[in-house]
Nanobody
Framework: QVQLVESGGGLVQAGGSLRLSCAAS?????MGWFRQAPGKERESVAA????????YYADSLKGRFTISRNNAKNTVYLQMNSLKPEDTAVYYC?????????????????WGQGTQVTVSS
């Protein structure tokens, strides 16, 4: 069982930036970030293939968020710029044991505990 540990969340003012990290205890192929705001469904934010050659972003986040990974460190990152109050949520890292690119919750096998991101107006 691969363990995922997120870090980098916190409180930031609107327009600011945060960089989330997710360290995996073992190899995962496709990795993704999801978020869940109070009273809302968990939604996909971004995903990245093993090689990094393929990425996915939710339409509303394109241009502001960037996903990347360092396979030597078994770590995936989410750079978040121009943050808005509506980005406030718990952000979860997810990892897949398969090479098939996925952006749905069902496609991931491993989940982190989540890290809180709060954007003040």
């Amino acid at each position: 069982q691969v363990q995922l540990v997120e870090s980098g969340g916190g409180l930031v003012q609107a327009g600011g930036s945060l960089r989330l990290s997710c360290a995996a205890s073992g190899r995962t192929y496709v990795m993704g970030w999801f978020r869940q705001a109070p009273g809302k469904e968990r939604e996909s934010v971004a995903a990245i293939s093993w090689s990094g050659s393929r990425t996915y972003y939710a339409d509303s986040l394109k241009g502001r968020f960037t996903i990347s990974r360092n396979n030597a460190k078994n770590t995936v990152y989410l750079q978040m710029n121009s943050l808005k109050p509506e980005d406030t949520a718990v952000y979860y890292c997810a990892g897949s044991a398969r090479m098939i690119f996925t952006t749905t919750r069902e496609g991931y096998d491993y989940w982190g505990q989540g890290t809180q991101v709060t954007v003040s107006s």
